[in-house]
C-alpha cells in the first residue's frame, strides 16, 4: 500500500522560503518511471501542479514558478523536499505530494495547509 | 501553460447522467492520450478516478467513465448518487514531464 505524508510549517512569514518534506512508503523512488509530485491548491480555488522529481533525480517545475522552486529527494529517507523561496500571501495554499506513475498521480498524500501572513 | 478549460458547475437528478468537458490544446489534451480525472470532496484530498483518458482504477464505480476527442476531454457519470457530488478536476500530461489541471467543476446531485 502506498501511503504518503506532508510535513512542514504552517505559517511561515512574506519573503520567507518555505520548506516542506513528503515522507512515503509502499513505493522506491529509484524505479524507472516512478516519481514524486507536489501539487498546491489556494482555499477554495483549483489545483496547481508545481514540481515532480523521478527515480533518476530528473526534475520538473511548473514553468510560472520555476525560479522559485527546488525539489530534491533522500532515497535512503523515503523522502521528497519541496523548497519555494520568495513566498506571498498569494502562496497561502493546501500543499499536496503525490505519487506518480503512468503519468498520472495517484495516490495523494492528505495535505498541509501552509498560510503566508506577517 | 494554462490551466484546462472545466465548466464552473453541473447538475442533476439522482440516476441521471452529467457530462464535464475539459478543453486544453493541441499540446496538452489533444497531443497525449494522458488525461486523468480527480474527484475532490470538501476538506479531502484527491481521489483519481480515471486515468489514460478512458481507464478506470481498481474500485472505482464502472458509472465514471472517460473520453477524449481532439483538445476536449470528457467525465462521464452515470446513474448519479448522492456520494457523486464533489469538485472534479482533469489533468493532462503536457510534454517534457510537464502538467496541467483544470479550473475543476462543482457537481450537485439535486
Known amino acids: 500500500q502506498i501511503t504518503l505524508k506532508e510535513s512542514g510549517p504552517t505559517l511561515v512569514k512574506p519573503t520567507q522560503t518555505l520548506t516542506l518534506t513528503c515522507t512515503f512508503s509502499g513505493f522506491s523512488l529509484i524505479t524507472g518511471g516512478v516519481a514524486v509530485g507536489w501539487i498546491r491548491q489556494p482555499p477554495g480555488k483549483a489545483l496547481e501542479w508545481l514540481a515532480v522529481i523521478y527515480g533518476d533525480d530528473d526534475k520538473r517545475y511548473s514553468p510560472s514558478l520555476k525560479s522559485r522552486l527546488t525539489i530534491t529527494k533522500d532515497t535512503s529517507k523515503n523522502q521528497v523536499v519541496l523548497t519555494m523561496t520568495n513566498m506571498d500571501p498569494v502562496d497561502t495554499a493546501t500543499y499536496y505530494c503525490t505519487h506518480r506513475l503512468r503519468r498520472t498521480f495517484d495516490p495523494w498524500g492528505q495535505g498541509t495547509l501552509v498560510t503566508v501572513s506577517s | 501553460q494554462s490551466a484546462l478549460t472545466q465548466p464552473p458547475s453541473a447538475s442533476g437528478s439522482p440516476g441521471q447522467s452529467v457530462t464535464i468537458s475539459c478543453t486544453g490544446t493541441?499540446?496538452?489534451?489533444?497531443?497525449?492520450?494522458?488525461v486523468s480525472w480527480y474527484q475532490q470532496h470538501p476538506g479531502k484530498a484527491p481521489k483519481l478516478m480515471i486515468y489514460e483518458v478512458s481507464k478506470r482504477p481498481s474500485g472505482v464505480p464502472d458509472r465514471f467513465s472517460g473520453s477524449k476527442s481532439g483538445n476536449t476531454a470528457s467525465l462521464t457519470v452515470s446513474g448519479l448518487q448522492g456520494e457523486d457530488e464533489a469538485d472534479y478536476y482533469c489533468s493532462s500530461y503536457a510534454g517534457t514531464n510537464n502538467y496541467v489541471f483544470g479550473t475543476g467543476t462543482k457537481v450537485t446531485v439535486l
Open positions: 493541441s499540446s496538452d489534451v489533444g497531443g497525449y492520450n494522458y
